[in-house]
């Protein structure tokens, strides 16, 4: 019976104030939105950049000079490093086929090539991708390895994309989170502003409870009830968006580029509850905020 | 039923609300509350209603020492405290049924209970034909009997009356204090703050006269003055 009458008296102060509600509801629902969408993206990013920081390799060159043997050792030297996972032998006459591979069509190139210049050389794939520096100094001063003096260019590996991949996640995640913080702020203050309206527009009834005896908390659950409603809400306009944009949108960009994002990968059921939960929450913690400021037991 | 207790109130300290007031009320008394604008009649009701502490001093209601009530229980003290106001404090958009039957409702009476006391209690007003109107259809004094049937509908100890008359024709508030008689004749203490000189003279009861915060006179069968 209590439930019905907080329920009809929360319906009849939205439908009242509907500007200040809809005004809050529009608030939640771009703060959840881009909260849920963010998280969508965050996933699929992190999936992508995962893989893309798994395919960073070493690549070492050798010298001309260098004996066959001398090679070989190398090579059983950088397999036995706890660090490299995969190593591969590229010969002098692999890398020529790989040359001649790409130039396909323009095979005519080559002719003006005599004998076969290309260094050999081993690729070396890391089981971790932050250990891509420590690996690759290794080589840095190793007389086998064909750096050019007082440089280093012997040694080919990512280091650049490497970082950059990092601090693009990294500001990609600190951006983001400060967008979302900033927004339900928002939404946090929309909710408290339309609660003390309807608060306001219901201090007689209020006074009235007050003065017959209503308990507390019979006064205050009206008006949480409505700010956890509009919250809600909110949320669930938020999440039917959500769920036509990772459909129309999200699905046709993975399509178009399936190097880089992944299907499948996104927990979009944990998403939606994340987005009602923080829905309802963000409805709870503006109408407290309302409570406690303004409205006097 | 009342006791104040050397009571002093303060507002700021410049601004004396009550001034070392002694009052003892009897259960079933009725007393008039009497003085200007500003002598500190509202003072002494929104104490009784612990709408905020006394400077100073004890107030003591039904035997329950109000300082020392803890505030979830303040709820249950006014709902043994009826009022009835100046300006009616009706709601305005519901019927005269549902005014009265919002005082039961929101102390979480049962929706049967709510059924059978609200009918009842606008008959004894005399409001019986008027159940399903709202308050603006109703004169001033009609309006002033719901106000009194929502006070009196728990039964409460103690009914509070701020200038229930103050916007009343004389023949109309005529009407008002019979019903204010009648209820302190079942046995509820009634306490009526008023301007109205006629009325007090008229009724020739306890008589309590404040001015400037201080009870300047307080009388049995008093006169307004």
């Keep these: 019976m209590q439930a019905r009458f907080f329920f009809s008296e929360a319906i009849s102060s939205l439908v009242k104030n509907w500007v200040m509600s809809v005004a809050a509801i529009v608030t939640v629902l771009v703060s959840m939105f881009i909260l849920g969408l963010g998280t969508i993206l965050f996933f699929n990013f992190q999936n992508a950049f995962s893989d893309l920081r798994n395919s960073l390799r070493v690549e070492v060159f050798m010298k001309n000079t260098a004996s066959p043997e001398k090679i070989q050792e190398l090579g059983q030297e950088i397999e036995a490093m706890p660090e490299v996972r995969d190593v591969e032998f590229i010969s002098k006459e692999d890398a020529l086929n790989k040359l001649r591979e790409s130039l396909e069509g323009h095979e005519d190139l080559l002719e003006a090539i005599s004998g076969n210049p290309l260094p050999p050389s081993y690729v070396i794939t890391l089981r971790d991708p932050d250990s891509i520096d420590l690996v690759a100094t290794r080589f840095f001063d190793n007389p086998l390895v064909d750096n050019s003096p007082g440089t280093h260019d012997g040694v080919k590996y990512a280091k650049e994309t490497s970082e950059k991949v990092l601090s693009v996640t990294t500001y990609f995640f600190i951006g983001g989170t400060g967008f979302v913080v900033l927004l339900i702020l928002a939404s946090i203050l929309l909710i408290s502003n339309t609660i003390r309206l309807s608060i306001f527009a219901r201090r007689r009834e209020v006074e009235i409870m007050r003065l017959v005896g209503a308990t507390n908390w019979f006064i205050r659950w009206p008006f949480i009830m409505e700010g956890v409603m509009t919250g809600m809400a909110g949320a669930a306009a938020a999440v039917a968006l959500i769920l036509l944009a990772n459909n129309f949108l999200i699905e046709s960009v993975v399509s178009k580029m399936p190097f880089f994002f992944k299907t499948g990968t996104v927990p979009l059921f944990w998403i939606v509850l994340i987005v009602i939960l923080g829905g309802t929450l963000l409805g709870s913690g503006g109408s407290g905020l309302a409570l406690r400021r303004f409205l006097k037991i | ?225």
Excluded: W
Aim: contains cysteine; hydrophobic residues 35%.
């Design chain 2, 1 to 225: 039923m009342i006791i104040f207790d050397h009571v002093s109130k303060m507002y700021d300290p410049n601004i004396m609300g009550l001034e070392d007031v002694n009052v003892h009320i009897e259960r079933g008394e009725f007393a008039f509350l009497v003085g200007h604008s500003g002598s500190g009649k509202s003072t002494f009701i929104r104490l009784l209603l612990k709408e905020f502490e006394p400077t100073e001093g004890t107030i003591t209601v039904a035997g329950r020492n109000l300082q020392r009530m803890r505030r979830g229980t303040v709820p249950y003290h006014r709902r043994n405290i009826g009022c009835v106001f100046q300006d009616f404090k009706l709601l305005s958009n519901k019927t005269v049924a549902d005014n009265v039957a919002y005082a039961l409702r929101v102390t979480g009476q049962p929706e049967r209970t709510i059924r059978r006391k609200v009918p009842e209690i606008l008959q004894l007003v005399g409001l019986g034909e008027k159940m399903y109107n709202i308050p603006d259809e109703l004169s001033a004094g009609e309006q002033q009997r719901v106000s009194v049937a929502r006070a009196f509908v728990n039964h409460p100890s103690l009914l509070i009356a701020d200038e229930p008359t103050g916007n009343l024709d004389p023949d109309t508030s005529v009407g008002i204090m019979q019903l204010l008689y009648r209820i302190n004749r079942t046995g509820t203490t009634v306490v009526m703050a008023t301007h109205d000189r006629e009325m007090v003279d008229k009724m020739r009861k306890r008589v309590i006269a404040l001015e400037n915060g201080k009870v300047i006179r307080d009388e049995d069968k008093g006169l307004y003055r």
